[in-house]
């Protein structure tokens, strides 16, 4: 199944213009959006949302990279060959979607932090916007942002437990 939806992701018409613009998307998941945040964090002096926020990140990572190199999953240029990538990856492998679970996270974590209202519906936007890039831009099949998403707000919910209860 996520073969034969990425094929028909990448047969779209459109789907070279969105992978131009979605470039930019991806960036901003990097790192830098919840960076900026943590440093917000200090400065309000919320030290507990800030370690919530370090651990959440830390959790993420560990689980990534035993994911990332525990399946050593191919990302799809390599599984399935003639599949054009807009960036050169970091990695040969694909799953979990590091960008998804970081950036759902980040959401999770502006959730819990300002509660569900106005500020979390661009937040979460914009996480399902970096996840989309991803396989956009020829670098993730579906099943991979899928566990992104449950990454990213398993350690949100891990961290949680961890500091603030």
Known sequence: MDVIFF?????????NTQAKWLRKISWTGDGYVPIAFGVYLLY?????WAKLTGIGY???????????????RKRPANAIGDVE????PADQYSFPSGHTSAAF?????????WGVGWMILPVVLWAALVAFSRMIMGLHFLSDLLFGV???????WIARVIVLS
């Open 7 to 15: 094929n028909w992701l990448m047969s779209l018409p459109s789907q």
């Open 44 to 48: 309000s002096h919320q030290y507990d």
């Open 58 to 72: 830390l959790l993420e990572r560990a689980f990534y990279f035993l994911c990332k190199y525990g399946f050593r």
């Open 85 to 88: 990538t807009y960036i050169k």
């Open 105 to 113: 996270l980040f959401a999770s974590i502006v959730a819990g932090y």
């Open 150 to 156: 449950l990454v990213g707000n398993a350690c949100y």
